[in-house]
C-alpha cells in the first residue's frame, strides 16, 4: 500500500485499534431473540459461559449478565465511557443513584473521573420479536489534571444531536451524526465539562456516517498533531486516495489535508475518532486507567474502603420497568423524559 494520506489500515475485530487520546472502543452488534418477563431472552442459556459469554451463539451474547444481556455493577476510575447506541436500549445505574434509559440514536457521556461504579443492561423489551441492539463504547482518557473529577454523566439525546448533511455533485447524500467535533457551522451538544473535548483546541471528534452507494465526501483537514481512526464497518467497499478499503477495516488517516472518500456500490457506514493526544503515561489495569502503579494500587485500595460510594440499587444488573420510556435521573434529583 502506498499512500500520502493513510497510515495503516487494520482488520477490526470485536476490540478496536485506538490512538491516543482514546483508550478502547468495541463495537456490539446482537441479534437478541423475543424477551421474557424479566427482559432476558426468551432462549435457552445452555452451552453460554454464563458470565463471560463473549462468543457469538445464535446471533448474540450473554456478555456478563446472567439474566439479563449486559454488563453488571462494575467500577471505573480516571478516564471516560462515550456509548453511542444506534439500535436497541441501555439501562444505566450507578452508584450515586443515577438512573437512565436511552437508545436508537443516544449517547451517553460518562466521566469516571475519581471513582463511579455503573451498570450496563440490555433490557429485552420486546416480547413478540427480536430485540437487535447495536452500539459503541468508546473510553475517552482523561490528563492527569482531571483523573480525580467529580464523577458526571449526561445523555445527548439523539433529537438534539446535530445531523451535517451533504449532497455531491452526482446527487448521493453524505450525513454525519456530530456527537462532538465541529463540522462546517454545526455544532455539537457540549461534552461532559471536565471531558479533554471540553477544550475545543484538543480537536476531539466523534461521528457517524452514512454515505449513499456511490457518494463522494471531503472529510475536513485537521491539525496535524491530531491522531485520526475512520472505521469502515457496514457496507461493500469505498476508495481512499485511491486505494481500496473493504468492509471491517480501520484506517488510521493523516489529519492536515482534506482527504476525499469515495463510497462504493452499497451504502456504507462508519465511524470517526478523533482528537490531539493527551501525551502522558497511561497505566491500565482493567476497569481503572491512570498515570502509574502507584495510582492504580491506590484505586484498589480506594475501591475496596469506599466502593466508590456503594451500590444503591436491589441488584446488580439493574433494570428498570419494562414500561419505562427513555429518561436520565441525576444525582441533583432532576430527571429529563423522551
Not at 3 to 16: A, Q, R, T, V, Y
Not at 92 to 113: F, K, L, P
Not at 139 to 164: R, T
Amino acid at each position: 500500500m502506498q499512500s500520502n494520506s493513510i497510515i495503516s489500515l487494520k482488520p477490526l475485530g470485536f476490540m478496536w485499534p485506538v490512538s491516543d487520546p482514546f483508550l478502547f472502543c468495541a463495537h456490539h452488534l446482537d441479534h437478541f431473540p423475543a424477551g421474557n418477563e424479566s427482559m432476558g431472552p426468551a432462549a435457552s442459556l445452555e452451552g453460554r459461559n454464563i458470565g463471560q459469554d463473549f462468543t457469538i451463539k445464535d446471533g448474540w451474547r450473554m456478555y456478563h449478565g446472567e439474566t439479563i444481556p449486559g454488563f453488571p455493577a462494575h467500577p471505573h476510575r480516571g478516564f471516560e465511557t462515550v456509548t453511542i447506541v444506534m439500535t436497541g436500549m441501555v439501562d444505566h445505574a450507578d452508584s450515586h443513584g443515577q438512573a437512565g434509559r436511552y437508545g436508537n440514536g443516544d449517547v451517553q457521556w460518562m466521566t469516571a473521573g475519581e471513582g463511579l461504579q455503573h451498570s450496563e443492561m440490555f433490557p429485552l423489551l420486546n416480547q413478540n420479536g427480536e430485540n437487535p441492539e447495536e452500539l459503541f463504547q468508546v473510553w475517552l482518557n482523561l490528563p492527569k489534571s482531571k483523573k480525580f473529577a467529580k464523577p458526571h454523566f449526561k445523555m445527548l439525546w439523539s433529537e438534539d444531536i446535530p445531523v451535517y448533511k451533504e449532497i455531491d455533485e452526482n446527487g448521493k447524500s453524505v450525513e454525519v451524526n456530530v456527537i462532538a467535533g465541529k463540522i462546517g457551522e454545526i455544532t455539537p451538544p457540549l461534552p461532559a465539562p471536565d471531558s479533554w473535548a471540553a477544550n475545543l483546541t484538543n480537536e476531539v471528534a466523534v461521528w457517524t456516517i452514512k454515505m449513499e452507494a456511490g457518494a463522494q465526501w471531503m472529510i475536513p483537514a485537521a491539525h496535524q498533531q491530531t491522531k485520526r481512526s475512520l472505521y469502515f464497518y457496514r457496507g461493500t467497499s469505498l476508495h481512499i486516495d485511491n486505494i481500496k478499503i473493504t468492509a471491517y477495516q480501520s484506517v488510521e488517516l493523516k489529519p492536515d489535508n482534506e482527504l476525499l472518500i469515495v463510497n462504493g456500490d452499497s451504502d456504507s457506514y462508519l465511524l470517526l475518532l478523533q482528537g490531539k493526544p493527551i501525551n502522558e503515561p497511561v497505566v491500565q489495569y482493567g476497569p481503572f486507567v491512570m498515570n502509574s502503579e502507584a495510582e492504580i494500587q491506590q484505586a484498589f485500595n480506594d475501591y475496596r474502603r469506599t466502593e466508590f460510594g456503594g451500590w444503591p440499587w436491589s441488584r446488580h444488573d439493574q433494570v428498570h420497568p419494562r414500561t419505562k420510556s427513555r429518561f436520565a435521573k441525576y444525582d441533583d434529583g432532576t430527571e429529563e423524559i423522551r
